[in-house]
Nanobody, 115 residues
Framework: QVQLVESGGGLVQAGGSLRLSCAASVRGFSINVMGWYRRAPGKQRELVATITSVDSTNYADSVKGRFTISRDNPKNTVYLQMNSLKPEDTAVYYC?????????WGQGTQVTVSS
């Protein structure tokens, strides 16, 4: 069983920054893809960013230029650096990991951006 533990959410003013972390409890296997989704109240889940095991990245248009995804492969940890935050970034952020064709999810961390 793979567990993903997230941290780093919180309350920040518009224009501020937050860094999310997600550590996967995996031993002996390489995680193919890691990334972040978010779900805002009353909205559908949105893919925020993904990163592969060779550091190929992809971002939602809404966060390009403001968010940066990175990963530490030996630690099986993915990070999401969020800069220039906007109130519309307010959501619960979920990390995920793809391992041997299975998808695992974190418990979610709340990010609230005040105007």
């Amino acid at each position: 069983q793979v567990q993903l533990v997230e941290s780093g959410g919180g309350l920040v003013q518009a224009g501020g920054s937050l860094r999310l972390s997600c550590a996967a409890s995996v031993r002996g296997f390489s995680i193919n893809v890691m990334g972040w989704y978010r779900r805002a109240p009353g909205k559908q889940r949105e893919l925020v960013a993904t990163i592969t095991s060779v550091d190929s990245t992809n971002y939602a248009d809404s966060v390009k230029g403001r968010f940066t995804i990175s990963r530490d492969n030996p630690k099986n940890t993915v990070y999401l650096q969020m800069n220039s935050l906007k109130p519309e970034d307010t959501a619960v952020y979920y990390c995920y990991a793809v391992l041997r064709s299975n998808v695992y999810w974190g418990q979610g961390t709340q990010v609230t951006v005040s105007s």
